[in-house]
């Protein structure tokens, strides 16, 4: 590690930083969730790993254990329950092991695999985020007194809610074998940045699917509202 690394992971935490001397990795494909994520761990003073599939977080881990992950549930490449599952399963354990999901219906799965916590999204409270890691480590990676408590919400660059969007349109463009992953991966970034409609048109699409009854004219439909959004952002 060079110095930075050694000065990050060496330091006691504190009142204000207590995750100092964590490592967190991510795993995530949201560039918007991704940059809350940093944020939160930036506000934290934990230092972050991100990975965007499930085979970037093998390549990771194989390199290294970090002390904290975070698993997004529906992942370009597989289910993020997989990869909490294996986790958990290894020795030596992670730390602390949590899922994430903009479906709060996945909490059941992700819990059940073997982790220790679930957060939804949006994830954006500050003392939220610390506090579903703090609440699984051991006293001696605690910080010492009490902790400052703080009401801070985290508020990525729409820049890369826009990269999100354009992720979504090259997926469709490949064609129908990713609907699924297109209405998963919407809801959880409709969420994220509170578009209502958005969140409501890739959940039924969800719904229709798990029903059998989703047609390509449903992804159609959803490509457009990603268009009308990225051309009212300039970003076209």
Do not use: W
């Amino acid at each position: 590690m060079d110095s930075l690394d050694d000065f990050l992971t060496t330091r006691p935490p504190t009142a204000r930083r207590p995750l100092l001397g964590l490592t967190v990795l991510v795993v995530e494909d949201s560039r918007f969730a991704c940059e809350a994520l940093r944020l939160l761990c930036l506000r934290s003073g934990a230092r972050i790993r991100r990975a965007d599939s499930l085979a970037h977080a093998h390549k990771h881990l194989n390199t290294y254990r970090p002390t904290v992950l975070i698993v997004d549930v529906g992942l370009p490449d597989g289910s993020g329950i997989d990869l909490i599952a294996a986790c958990a399963r290894a020795t030596p354990k992670i730390d602390v092991i949590l899922g994430t999901s903009g479906d709060a219906d996945a909490q059941t799965a992700v819990m059940l695999t073997g982790a220790d916590g679930f957060i939804a999204k949006p994830i954006s409270s500050l003392a939220e985020f610390q506090g579903a890691i703090l609440r699984h480590l051991p006293d001696d990676r605690q910080p010492l007194g009490p902790r400052l408590i703080s009401d801070e919400i985290v508020a990525p660059d729409l820049l890369a809610y826009r990269d999100d969007l354009n992720h979504v349109v090259s997926v469709i463009d490949g064609g129908t074998d990713h609907i699924g992953y297109v209405a998963q991966f919407l809801k959880g970034v409709a969420r994220s940045v509170h578009d209502d409609d958005l969140d409501t048109a890739a959940s039924q699409l969800a719904d229709k699917l798990a029903k059998g009854t989703s047609t390509e004219a449903d992804l159609v439909a959803l490509g457009a509202m990603v268009q009308l959004r990225l051309e009212a952002s300039g970003s076209l």
